[in-house]
């Protein structure tokens, strides 16, 4: 089974835990977007009705409207039913790295808001330590970027400005720049270590690392689904 159709699985078992009535914080990504597409579906056949999401990137945005899904703001919806997003590592007990797609800042913005948090990834993204198959995202601010490359380097990572295919810096949709920071054979320290050191480094807006937030992972493999909880 190719990979597009296990984000397809992973996506409709997550579209089960949707009822009608539901706000829900809508993430970004390619596995999203299958989300994104059966929800409109449901939406236009009525299986569901009265829904809104919460997108996490402009890309998000213009999904819906193509979708036919209606959007709120997190200043519309300060608390929301469920979260779905997509991973770029799922680690035991759930921690995660996310932020490949550009939208970490205003993904885990949205993820606190949610009352459940799904991820839903194809088995690729399950690993044993987090670091391992993907760069650790650190957004900053343009300022002065430069000076956080021997603190990330200090960290244990190789920081390598993030850029578009025309060679030109890649920028966030709040204007900001990112380093992928990879950790070869993984993170050698606990996550929560660096996690805490990259909050206190003025200049540094927010990382991948998304850490005790998620309550449940879809895993979709060619065997079937796995499901993991938070603390199982």
Known sequence: MDLEALKERAAQEA????????????????????????LGAHLADGTLTDIAGVPTSERTVDLCREFGIPVRTLEDESTLDLGVDGADEVAPGLD???????????????????????????????????????????????FAWRSHVPFLIDLGSEPVLRTTADGEPYHTDNGNLILD??????MQRPAAEIEAELRLRPGIVESGLFLGMADEAVLASGGGIEILAAGG
């Not at 089960?16 to 989300?35: A, D, E, I, P």
């Not at 799904?118 to 044993?128: P, R």
């Not at 920071?181 to 993984?186: A, Q």
């Open 15 to 38: 579209l089960t835990r949707v009822t009608s009535g539901m706000r829900l914080g809508l993430g970004t990504g390619s596995t999203v977007f299958w989300f994104l597409k059966h």
């Open 96 to 142: 995660l790295i996310k932020g490949l797609g550009g939208a970490l800042l205003r993904e885990k913005m949205v993820a606190t808001a949610c009352t459940h948090f799904v991820v839903i990834a194809d088995e690729t993204k399950k690993v044993d330590a987090l670091g391992m198959r993907s760069p650790l995202p650190v957004e900053v601010v343009p």
């Open 181 to 186: 920071c990879r950790f070869e054979g993984g």
